[in-house]
């Protein structure tokens, strides 16, 4: 997405955060429409729709668009509250650069992977590699600061399911195997993690020996 502004300010008055444009710029959007609703600086709130997103921005198709230069928080189904500055402005909407610490960028970045996968993929609940049956393997899972053996169910290039009695938060961080994951889901037997990087045959046998 072109980028016009070369004088970006907040709402201080102060240039923008000239990194934080790089960061849009090098980060591919991926078209994802959900509904939502973004805060003004005034906290004057209004809906709003996503068009497309990437872990550093997103655009946001509105007839109340904000100010370049100005602070918004949007909400939106399955992602929750993003901050950032807007950076542009067009006649359906604006575009805005996220204000998130490296935690939540890659929360985000899991988020955003399984609900592009899940909208392409309805009957298959996101999943975009086949799983392989691993019933009997052991691995290791860390929560926190605590190491549990358990059962690796399955196992594709993008997640696993893990037979457990722990029952993580969805949407925590966990360690499986070397691997660093996002919990997507509980199930009868334990849980389902989606891996934060999609991992090649040789980094899934250095993952899960």
Request: charged share 25%.
């Amino acid at each position: 997405m072109a980028m016009h502004s070369s004088t970006l300010r907040d709402t201080t008055g102060h240039r923008a955060d000239a990194r934080q444009t790089r960061d849009m710029r090098r980060h591919r959007r991926l078209p994802l429409s959900l509904a939502g609703r973004f805060m003004r600086a005034d906290r004057n709130e209004f809906t709003c729709q996503l068009k497309n997103i990437s872990v550093g921005g997103a655009f946001v198709v509105t007839p109340h668009a904000p100010e370049v230069g100005e602070r918004v928080v949007a909400y939106f189904d399955h992602l929750g509250g993003l901050e950032g500055s807007v950076v542009r402005r067009t006649a359906d909407g604006f575009a805005f650069v996220f204000k998130v610490t490296e935690y939540k960028r890659e929360k985000l970045a899991a988020q955003i992977m399984w609900l592009v996968n899940r909208a392409e993929f309805p009957g298959e609940q996101g999943r975009l590699h086949e799983r392989t049956g691993t019933r009997g393997r052991r691995t290791t899972l860390k929560v926190d600061d605590v190491i549990i053996d358990v059962e690796l169910l399955d196992l594709s290039a993008s997640g696993a399911s893990i037979g457990t009695p722990a029952r993580p938060p969805i949407g925590s961080f966990v360690m499986a195997g070397k691997t660093r994951a996002i919990v997507r889901r509980h199930h009868e037997l334990g849980i389902g993690l989606q891996f934060l990087t999609l991992l090649s045959p040789e980094a899934l046998r250095d993952s899960f020996p």
